[in-house]
């Protein structure tokens, strides 16, 4: 299993747009076969912060992921204009 842990920061104004836009990528990437599990989450604090939980069975599927054309359309295109990427990070179990 690989997990993938990304912070994303929506710009001033376009928060409510980036949760529209995660909602979507979550219950599209949720049905992916090698998906294990898509959450996206919303600071409390701060409105304008997302955190995103991911899970995949293996390497090839985090790539599959990533070659998605709903990846692509949402996370590379919609989200990229709507704010940034904080942080990214890969993990695996111990």
């Known amino acids: 299993m690989i997990v993938l842990a ?21 219950s599209e ?4 076969p ?3 599990m898509y959450v996206v989450h919303r600071g409390q604090e701060d409105r304008s ?9 293996d390497q090839a599927a985090l790539e599959a992921h990533r070659n998605t054309a709903h ?4 996370a590379r295109g ?8 904080v942080e990214g990070n890969l993990y695996e179990p111990i």
Not at 6 to 24: L, N, P
Not at 29 to 32: I, L, V
Not at 49 to 57: A, I, N, P, S, T
Not at 71 to 74: A, D, G, H, L, T
Request: proline residues 0%; aromatic residues 16%.
């Open 6 to 26: 990304v912070t994303w920061k929506a710009h001033s104004g376009k928060e409510s747009e980036v949760a529209r836009v995660f909602s979507i990528l979550q």
């Open 29 to 32: 990437s949720r049905q992916e």
């Open 34 to 36: 090698g998906c294990l």
């Open 49 to 57: 912060r997302f955190f995103v939980y991911e899970q995949y069975r």
């Open 71 to 74: 990846f692509k359309q949402y």
């Open 78 to 85: 919609e989200l990229a204009k709507l704010g940034e990427r």
